[in-house]
């Protein structure tokens, strides 16, 4: 990734006053001669233009600093200082470059987030179990790319009541064995559901394995090891009358050896 980067440290010092200092920091930057990089003073005036407030209340609702540029990338330790956005109820950070550090275990500490997008954003270890807390989600998208993220286990899904779509595209789900569909059954609400290159190959053998999620459109299984016993579910699904869309490609159907 380029080598322009702007600490996310940085923008946390400024988020709680919301864009008070960004103001004062633009003057400054402006007319007391920082010596700042042009491109990274500009990355960091664009902060403001991210972060939304509650039009009655003042309070921060929405942190939106994904990368749309593909230049000036966030990077660096994420404060726990985000912890003063008690109202959060957005955030996405995706398309930045993390360098493989794990995603940080206090945003499952957001009870109103309702959106959490870190996808493509070079997030690494395990997945922290307790984002199954965050029971008023109703996007979640942890897409990794090419540091591994992984799943000591898969329960913790079955925590996310809300839950409409869900990515964990790339994240290693192999400890999962089965399990990964029995906590997906527990989320009525989803629709869509992506696990594409997530390393499975269990499938369970009954056919009432998606009986719940009625309101299922799009499934996407592509790219693990899935073998001919997913051929015998797939003739055994009634209940998915909205389904528009299945993608099984590139498994090992046809393959009884997987």
Aim: with cysteine.
């Amino acid at each position: 990734m380029a080598n322009s980067k702007t600490t996310l440290i940085l923008l946390i010092a400024f988020l709680p006053s919301m864009f008070c200092e960004l103001l004062i920091i633009e003057a400054d930057l402006n007319i007391k001669g920082w010596g700042c990089n042009e491109g990274e003073k500009i990355a960091l005036l664009e902060f403001k233009h991210g972060v939304k407030c509650n039009n009655r209340t003042g309070n921060v609702v929405k942190v939106d600093l994904k990368n749309r540029d593909g230049f000036s990338y966030l990077g660096g330790e994420i404060s726990d200082s985000l912890l003063d956005l008690k109202h959060l109820n957005y955030m996405d950070l995706s398309l930045n470059d993390f360098q493989g550090i794990p995603i940080p275990d206090f945003l499952a500490s957001f009870e109103r987030l309702k959106h959490l997008d870190l996808s493509y954003a070079e997030f690494g270890g395990m997945v922290p179990p307790h984002l199954g807390n965050l029971s008023q989600l109703s996007y979640l998208d942890l897409h990794g790319v090419e540091y591994e993220t992984r799943v000591s286990n898969f329960n913790w899904p079955s925590g996310l009541s809300s839950l409409k779509y869900l990515d964990l595209g790339k994240v290693n789900l192999s400890k999962a064995s089965i399990d990964w569909m029995q906590a997906v059954n527990m989320i009525p609400s989803l629709l869509e559901l992506h696990l594409s290159s997530c390393e499975l190959s269990g499938f369970p053998h009954y056919s009432n394995s998606f009986v719940n999620l009625t309101s299922l459109l799009v499934i996407d299984l592509s790219y693990n090891n899935f073998n001919t016993t997913l051929l015998g579910w797939l003739f055994n699904i009634t209940t998915l009358g909205n389904l528009v869309n299945l993608d099984l490609t590139n498994n090992n159907i046809g393959n009884e050896d997987g």
